[in-house]
């Protein structure tokens, strides 16, 4: 009988074997990893909110930078919608010389006569040369200095629906209209000077910082 035989048992039982439950220790590391975890991100945490606190105290500066830049920039384009706010001249004040680039007759007199009664001074009316005659598609063409294009060919320009300006190497300031294969008329009285009225009404005057004409770029 064994030792191990609890006295009684006749030598019935026994315990063979030589494996016995053991109690495990905790294990340590797992504590330990997770600590390291909650450690980096505590860290990442603070030194994100650093970097937003950096951002909030200078952002400011560079945002009022980028906008000063930017104005300084556009000076240019607010000098010359300046320039191009002069007063326009008055219809009287234009001398128009007519000329027809179409087959029909009597087309450059009839407009020539429509002109003066709207106002225009009228030096001329005549065939189109042959640079234009039969070449021009559209209703036609303001013609004239470059001195004109923001002033007398805009003016000219009201009084016929679609037609393109343009300009060449001319001296003085009297500027042709050439009317061409798809004129059906002057545009009518009442369009036309709510189409003045429109482009001599001045452009609103900048505001903000551009106010001191650059002093500050």
Request: hydrophobic residues 35%; glycine residues 12%.
């Amino acid at each position: 009988m064994s030792m191990l035989t609890p006295p009684g048992m006749g030598g019935e039982y026994r315990i063979t074997g030589d494996k016995y439950p053991r109690m495990r220790r905790p294990n340590g590391r797992r504590r330990i990893v997770l600590a390291a975890v909650a450690a980096l991100a505590a860290f990442g945490l603070i030194g994100w909110g650093t970097l937003q606190l950096i951002d909030v105290f200078t952002g400011g500066d560079e945002a009022s930078a980028a906008a000063g830049a930017d104005d300084c920039a556009r000076q240019p384009e607010r000098k010359t919608a300046a320039k191009k706010a002069a007063p326009l001249p008055e219809p009287r004040r234009i001398t128009v010389n007519v000329f027809n680039a179409t087959p029909r007759k009597g087309l450059a007199e009839e407009t020539a006569t429509d002109l003066k009664k709207r106002g225009f001074t009228v030096a001329k009316f005549d065939n189109a040369t042959k640079a234009y005659d039969k070449k021009v598609k559209g209703p036609g063409i303001v013609l004239g200095p470059r001195s004109a294009l923001d002033t007398a060919l805009p003016v000219l320009a009201t009084q016929l629906t679609g037609a393109e300006k343009r300009t060449d190497g001319r001296k003085g300031d009297t500027v042709d209209l050439i009317l061409g294969a798809g004129f059906k008329g002057l545009t009518k009285e009442k369009d036309a000077a709510k189409a003045l009225a429109a482009l001599a009404k001045p452009s609103p005057a900048p505001s903000g910082p551009s106010s001191d004409d650059g002093k500050n770029c």
